[in-house]
């Protein structure tokens, strides 16, 4: 199948020029197979597939500006872009995945830009319900605070994050600190939260490597669930099992902090819907609740506001970014902190190779060895990350594991060192001790290595 075709009104909006990058071949493993692009500065997240054809750039530059331009209220002579809200997070894409990469938590006395905060409740609900949406909503403010609003319209409420300090010992008697994030919610428009509401903070994704992570087999991830750990490893990963807007059926999760959403497209269509308040196909309700007379009232743009040809040119260009070939691999303490990668356990779920299955739509994507270090299955992670929020299958202590490749260059793209779900981890060596449950082996043998061999496990990181 040919890119998805692009309108007069696409073009015009589109970033027509393009960053060459050296062959994928030019030393080190090639993280993304034929895909692997060799830029290292700011633009490293926001490159095409090395492998791309030219005749298929012009779909994914024009996705590209469908991205990173602003959106706006409808109605509006600017129709391929409008329908902005009511309440909503951002104003564009880029904003939470600035140059493509990670988000953060937002500095003291700073908006959430890059973050946002997921509300859920343990309230019963219908089983219909449940099985389509995943989650309990709170019924004043769904699932998902959106901080700001059109003119005339309340935000929900203004988050409000505090950091609570903990400390602990290596076992070589070296000290270290680790912060917890406590969340509130102030000037809430709409009314008190559910009593029994739970808040759990979620910073953007880097978007590197979707595609490839997409075209992975069922069948492979599936034959690696353990969910009673059978073989004794102590590691128990489970696949969750989501609702799959498109095939109106459960499907393997893949996406998201707990796998809960099926496809790139899916995906892309519920941050339009979360995050923008731009309905789509896939997500044709708005997001005001029946205690958001306001919100319900405001005008809207057509319906659903977001065109298929525009979901069909932001999944393209997303699905086809770029991964960062890695960095000075054949290090001696490079290789030596990689050896250490598998020996204390880490390689059981952030597992290094995988190869793709064949797409006749996506060509680029199709038989590549790739190594991204994930199985995609959700793992228990411990009481000290647990959130309260199950999604689908999952449950609250359960996350994906997070794929690695890329991650030594967030500081270069984002121009900060914040991981794990809720940017608590202000770099590597914070987001492995926060690792509890089954991984809380992993953990302990991480914490009685030498100074020297944790230097060496993280400069093997961050090489990826």
């Known amino acids: 199948m040919s890119a998805p075709r692009v309108g007069a009104h696409v073009v015009r909006g589109a970033i027509l020029s393009i960053a060459l990058v050296s062959s994928a071949h030019a030393g080190g493993p090639h993280a993304g197979g034929d895909t692997t692009t060799r830029m290292f500065d700011t ?59 990670r988000g953060r938590p937002p500095e003291p006395g700073e908006s959430m830009t890059s973050m946002l905060i997921r509300v859920s409740t343990d309230a019963d609900v219908d089983t219909d319900t449940l099985v389509r949406e995943g989650v309990s909503r709170d019924p ?28 602990g010992l290596f076992s070589d008697g070296s000290a270290y600190e680790l912060i917890r994030p406590i969340l509130s919610l102030e000037q809430l428009a709409y009314g008190p939260l559910s009593p029994r509401a739970s808040l759990s903070a979620r910073v953007a994704p880097a978007l590197v490597g979707l595609g490839l992570l ?7 991830l599936l034959a690696r669930e353990d969910p ?4 004794g490893d102590g590691l128990s990963g489970r696949a969750n099992r989501v ?13 998201g902090w707990k796998a809960a959403q099926p496809s790139v497209r899916q995906q892309v269509a519920a941050a339009f819907a979360g995050d923008l308040g731009i309905t789509s196909r896939l997500f044709p309700d708005s997001t005001c609740t029946p205690s958001q007379g306001e919100c ?38 490079v290789r030596r902190g990689e050896e250490l990668f598998g020996s204390i356990g880490c390689a059981g779920c952030h597992v290094e190779t995988w190869v793709t299955g064949q797409d006749p739509n996506f060509p680029e994507l199709s038989r590549q060895r790739i190594h991204p270090y994930t199985d995609l299955l959700l793992h228990d ?26 991650i ?3 500081e270069v793209v984002s121009r900060h060192t914040r991981f794990l779900h809720d940017g608590r981890a202000r770099n590597l060596e914070e987001a492995i001790l926060w690792h509890g449950g089954e991984a809380q082996a992993a953990r302990g043998a991480y914490t009685a290595l030498t100074r020297e061999e944790r230097d060496q496990l993280l400069l093997f990181l961050r090489s990826l």
């Not at 590209?64 to 409008?82: C, G, K, L, M």
């Not at 997409?214 to 492979?220: D, V, W």
Request: charged share 25%; net charge neutral; with cysteine.
């Open 43 to 101: 633009s490293a997240f926001s490159l095409p597939a090395a492998n791309l054809a030219m005749t298929r750039r012009t779909s994914f530059f024009a996705g590209n500006s469908f991205f990173t331009q602003p959106w706006v209220e409808a109605p509006s002579s600017t129709s391929a872009r409008d329908g902005l809200g009511p309440l909503f997070n951002t104003n564009a894409c880029q904003s939470c995945h600035l140059k493509d990469g």
């Open 140 to 167: 004043s403010y769904g699932s998902q605070i959106q901080n700001r609003a059109l003119a005339g319209i309340r935000p929900e409420a203004e988050p409000v994050l505090q950091w609570k300090t903990e400390r």
């Open 214 to 220: 997409e075209a992975i087999p069922e069948a492979a």
């Open 228 to 231: 009673d750990d059978r073989n």
């Open 243 to 255: 609702w799959d807007r498109a095939q109106q059926r459960t499907v393997l999760g893949r996406f």
């Open 296 to 333: 319900r009232r405001a005008a809207r743009g057509d319906t659903p506001e977001l065109d298929e040809g525009v979901l069909d040119l932001v999944t393209f260009y997303v699905k086809l970014l770029g991964v960062p070939g890695r960095r000075t691999p054949q290090a001696v303490a």
């Open 381 to 406: 992670m411990g009481e000290g990350l647990a959130d309260a929020r199950g999604e689908f299958t999952s449950e609250g202590r359960e996350w994906r594991t997070p794929p690695l490749w890329g």
């Open 408 to 410: 030594g260059l967030v």
